[in-house]
């Protein structure tokens, strides 16, 4: 269990207490490149009401090339395949280093870009037939071997549209509250993520 005490509370959120019935605090890093981060005090066994993100106190004013990507109420994982090849902002055949690692329906997550998967090939070419810039997403170039991950369960997605979308955050934004939705899953990213820079954490407030 993270620390709790009254003296974690920002101001505005100590008058929410009396509202729940219990609530914790966690401070996440996000130091790390192109790593997603679950936040360990959530889950199907300990559904939160409301959460509250802001700077972690004490650090200062957060790095201006920090830009947040929440996901709630689903699993994101790393797919253990790379892209196979640098990729335009246009090209809707991504080769990976194994198609047996996708199927249709899923959607994918390269860099900042997200990525409806509407073909699997079944021969050695490993190549995934994609819809770019899914969601609320922007189509970039990507390079050779850039990270790939998989983005929720096929079940949650259409071809037009995700029940569980990602949620972007540039550092403005913070504190910034979730609430009115059952959360039992919260995965944060950091765009910006410097493991030298100790303004790359977050703090975390659940309400239960």
Do not use: C
Not at 77 to 97: I, R
Not at 140 to 163: E, F, M, Q, W
């Amino acid at each position: 269990m993270a620390s709790r005490g009254l003296h974690e509370f920002t101001v505005q959120e100590a008058d929410n207490f009396e509202a729940f019935g219990d609530w914790y605090y966690e401070e996440i890093d996000l130091r790390t490149a192109y790593a997603w981060t679950t936040v360990a005090n959530i889950s199907s066994l300990n559904i939160a009401k409301q959460v509250t993100i802001y700077i972690k106190p004490g650090v200062g004013a957060a790095d201006t090339a920090d830009a947040l990507s929440l996901y709630i109420n689903d699993t994101i994982s790393d797919s253990t395949s790379l892209a196979n090849e640098a990729m335009d902002n246009s090209e809707t055949d991504f080769t990976v280093d194994d198609e047996a690692d996708f199927t249709v329906g899923d959607v994918i997550l390269v860099n900042s870009e997200l990525m409806y998967v509407s073909v699997v090939t079944s021969d050695s070419s490993h190549v995934l037939t994609v819809t770019r810039g899914y969601g609320n997403s922007v189509a970039v170039a990507h390079d050779n071997n850039s990270i790939i991950y998989k983005v929720g369960t096929p079940a949650n997605h259409t071809a037009s549209a995700s029940k569980t979308p990602i949620i972007r955050l540039d550092v403005n934004n913070l504190p910034f509250k979730i609430s009115g939705v059952s959360i039992n899953q919260l995965s944060i990213h950091n765009a910006g993520a410097d493991t030298g820079d100790a303004d790359d954490y977050v703090s975390v407030l659940s309400f239960y």
